[in-house]
């Protein structure tokens, strides 16, 4: 299990780099992992061709879900929107790289739900975002 | 397709090897109530309580995880199984009754009003009459009924009058448990669809004995238990549309179905978490995933196969003892299920008799009282059979008759 916890997983939970809350922003979104209780919120800034110019998440829960979102909030900086809204739940694994059985996926997965919906402009996060 | 080897089939059943009394071995004829369970299905269920025990969902522990795995994947099996789009269109519930009562509570609150009216038919197991009686008493609704004809088949031409006032739902048995009828689903819910009706479909004989593709029937909802397709009591399933899953509020409350929980209100979880409020039937649900991959290891089509060559047999053998009138229609159109009566003789009688020399049959009214007023009769005396029916037994149950007329003089 040392693998759920490899040093990138840590360091990004004690010492996130894209922590906070914007504000004004674009786009922001949040909502809860019932089973550990996460919360997580994102907020985005976009420029004027579409692309993501500043980005941050804020909330609490357990490292996994923390150090995801972290690390997703980071991989979609100059993004567009188009290809934000084409991530999967394997994009999110490959970002942690570790395997996760169906309880803490979810953990995992809880920054890309919010992510999604905000981008999507969804009145409600769904697992339909992170089916795939 | 392969043939159903009975031999075969009836090893991977231990029940099948005990005797009723010295010497009597068993001929189990009764499997429209229940079906036996196959080994594998007993040892899934087995196998989690002495290896991997743990409740679902909520611990990270090694044991809670692969629970949560056996008890997911069974979900996707199922969706598999009958054709459903994504696993999310599965809820577990106890069996076909609690599935029909969650629709009738959940969706029939949030869109049934004064005056609508519902569609069902004669031909329905109280499982698919009660909660509708109930729910139309509470809003006041219309309950109209699609007829039998005397052969046991249903009148479509009083459908089609029925669809002219446009009900709200239909809902339907896909196979009778009394006259073993397949009702022509796809066209029922097809002109059902054409009125603007939903429809939820009764399975639970259907989907253990026939392949079943909820995406070709088209169904909005459908039902059915695992026990009666070699899975084990405890657990059945509901199929619904996502699209309409999504809209419904949810059935009862507890853990598991919440998203978040303040002191006064709630937000609910997503499908199918929605619907499976507390700890469920962990075991049952891992027994049902291994009951359908027992089911497609032999191959849908080779039961339903079996089944029609068993039928057809028993038909054949029936009619030719004097006094018996059998109820439904001719074999083409129906599963194992002949039900009959034997002059004179009452069923609780005949099954009694029976069973001294080891066959299990049902008497009775077989949770369907109407249709049974309908042919203006108590009782009838019913033999059903699955993959592991043999002729043999058949021709046992034949003797059986004619030594309870003997009895009877």
């Given at each position: 299990?040392?693998?759920?916890?490899r040093e990138?997983?840590i360091?990004?939970?004690k010492?996130p780099?894209?922590?906070?809350?914007?504000?004004?922003?674009d786009?922001?979104?949040q909502?809860?992992?019932?089973?550990?209780?996460?919360?997580?919120?994102i907020?985005?800034?976009?420029?004027?061709?579409?692309?993501v110019?500043?980005?941050?998440?804020?909330?609490?829960?357990c490292?996994?879900?923390?150090?995801?979102?972290?690390?997703?909030?980071?991989?979609?900086?100059?993004?567009?929107?188009?290809?934000?809204?084409?991530?999967?739940?394997?994009?999110?694994?490959?970002?942690?790289?570790?395997?996760?059985g169906?309880?803490?996926?979810?953990?995992?997965?809880?920054?890309l739900?919010?992510?999604?919906a905000?981008?999507?402009?969804?009145?409600e996060?769904?697992?339909d975002?992170i089916?795939? | 397709?392969?043939?159903?080897?009975?031999?075969?089939?009836?090893?991977?059943?231990p029940i099948?090897?005990?005797e009723?009394a010295?010497?009597?071995?068993?001929?189990?004829?009764?499997?429209?109530?229940?079906?036996?369970?196959?080994?594998?299905?007993i040892?899934?269920?087995?196998?989690?309580?002495?290896?991997?025990?743990a409740?679902?969902h909520?611990?990270?522990?090694?044991?809670?995880?692969?629970?949560?795995?056996?008890?997911?994947?069974?979900r996707?099996?199922?969706?598999?199984?009958?054709?459903?789009?994504?696993?999310?269109?599965?809820?577990?519930?106890?069996?076909?009754?609690?599935?029909?009562?969650?629709?009738a509570?959940?969706?029939?609150?949030?869109?049934?009003?004064?005056g609508?009216?519902?569609?069902?038919?004669?031909?329905?197991?109280?499982?698919?009459?009660?909660?509708?009686?109930l729910i139309a008493?509470?809003?006041?609704?219309?309950?109209?009924f699609?007829?039998?004809?005397?052969?046991?088949?249903?009148d479509?031409?009083?459908?089609?009058?029925?669809?002219q006032d446009?009900?709200?739902?239909?809902?339907?048995?896909?196979?009778?448990n009394?006259?073993g009828?397949?009702?022509?689903?796809?066209?029922?819910?097809?002109?059902?669809?054409?009125?603007?009706?939903?429809t939820?479909?009764?399975?639970?004989?259907?989907?253990?004995?026939?392949?079943?593709?909820?995406?070709d029937?088209?169904?909005?909802?459908?039902?059915?238990?695992?026990?009666?397709?070699?899975g084990?009591?405890g657990?059945?399933v509901?199929?619904?549309?996502k699209?309409?899953?999504d809209?419904?509020?949810?059935?009862m409350?507890?853990?598991?179905?919440?998203?978040?929980?303040?002191?006064?209100?709630?937000?609910?979880?997503?499908?199918?978490?929605?619907f499976?409020?507390?700890?469920p039937?962990?075991?049952?649900?891992?027994?049902?995933?291994?009951?359908?991959?027992?089911?497609?290891?032999?191959?849908m089509?080779?039961?339903?196969?079996?089944?029609?060559?068993?039928?057809?047999?028993?038909?054949?053998?029936?009619?030719?003892?004097?006094?018996?009138?059998?109820?439904?229609?001719t074999?083409?159109?129906k599963?194992?299920?002949?039900?009959?009566?034997?002059?004179g003789?009452?069923?609780?009688?005949?099954?009694?008799?029976?069973?001294?020399?080891?066959i299990?049959?049902?008497?009775?009214h077989?949770?369907?009282m109407?249709?049974?007023?309908?042919?203006?009769?108590?009782?009838?005396?019913?033999?059903?059979?699955?993959?592991y029916?043999?002729t043999?037994?058949?021709?046992?149950?034949?003797?059986?008759?004619?030594?309870?007329?003997?009895?009877f003089?």
């Open positions: 299990m040392e693998d759920l916890y990138l997983i360091d990004r939970y010492n780099l894209y922590r906070g809350t914007l504000d004004p922003n786009i922001t979104f909502d809860d992992n019932p089973l550990c209780g996460d919360h997580i919120q907020d985005l800034r976009v420029n004027g061709d579409g692309r110019q500043e980005g941050t998440f804020d909330g609490h829960g490292a996994i879900s923390q150090a995801s979102a972290d690390l997703l909030v980071e991989s979609i900086m100059g993004k567009t929107l188009e290809e934000v809204k084409q991530l999967t739940k394997q994009d999110v694994l490959d970002l942690l790289g570790i395997e996760l169906p309880v803490r996926l979810k953990c995992a997965l809880l920054s739900k919010v992510l999604k905000g981008v999507y402009g969804l009145g996060a769904s697992d975002l089916e795939a | 397709m392969k043939p159903i080897n009975t031999d075969e089939i009836r090893a991977d059943f099948l090897r005990r009723i010295p010497g009597v071995p068993l001929i189990y004829l009764d499997s429209t109530a229940t079906s036996q369970k196959p080994d594998t299905v040892q899934a269920m087995d196998q989690y309580y002495r290896v991997y025990n409740n679902i909520r611990g990270v522990h090694t044991l809670a995880e692969e629970a949560t795995a056996a008890y997911e994947k069974a996707e099996t199922v969706a598999d199984f009958i054709g459903a789009g994504s696993a999310r269109e599965i809820i577990y519930t106890r069996n076909t009754t609690e599935a029909i009562n969650l629709v509570m959940t969706w029939g609150r949030a869109n049934l009003q004064s609508d009216t519902v569609v069902l038919t004669e031909m329905e197991h109280h499982s698919n009459l009660v909660p509708w009686q008493a509470e809003r006041n609704l219309k309950l109209e699609i007829e039998v004809t005397p052969n046991g088949l249903l479509l031409d009083s459908y089609r009058k029925l669809l446009h009900p709200k739902l239909v809902a339907f048995a896909h196979i009778s009394v006259l009828t397949i009702n022509p689903a796809k066209e029922i819910i097809a002109l059902a669809h054409q009125a603007g009706s939903v939820m479909v009764d399975a639970a004989q259907s989907v253990p004995h026939i392949q079943v593709n909820v995406q029937l088209d169904t909005d909802f459908l039902a059915f238990s695992a026990h009666k397709m070699c084990p009591t657990i059945g509901l199929y619904g549309k699209q309409l899953l809209g419904m509020p949810p059935f409350g507890g853990g598991d179905m919440i998203k978040r929980v303040y002191l006064r209100t709630f937000a609910p979880n997503e499908v199918p978490h929605k499976e409020a507390g700890t039937a962990i075991a049952e649900a891992i027994g049902l995933g291994a009951a359908v991959r027992y089911l497609q290891s032999v191959g089509e080779a039961v339903a196969q079996h089944e029609h060559e068993m039928i057809s047999y028993a038909l054949e053998r029936l009619e030719e003892v004097p006094g018996v009138k059998i109820f439904g229609p074999a083409d159109k599963g194992g299920v002949a039900s009959f009566t034997l002059s003789i009452h069923p609780h009688d005949v099954a009694q008799i029976l069973d001294r020399d080891g299990a049959v049902r008497a009775g077989h949770c369907a109407p249709l049974h007023d309908k042919f203006n009769i108590t009782a009838t005396t019913r033999a059903s059979f699955y993959l029916n043999t043999h037994e058949i021709d046992q149950l034949i003797e059986g008759l004619y030594k309870v007329k003997q009895i003089g």
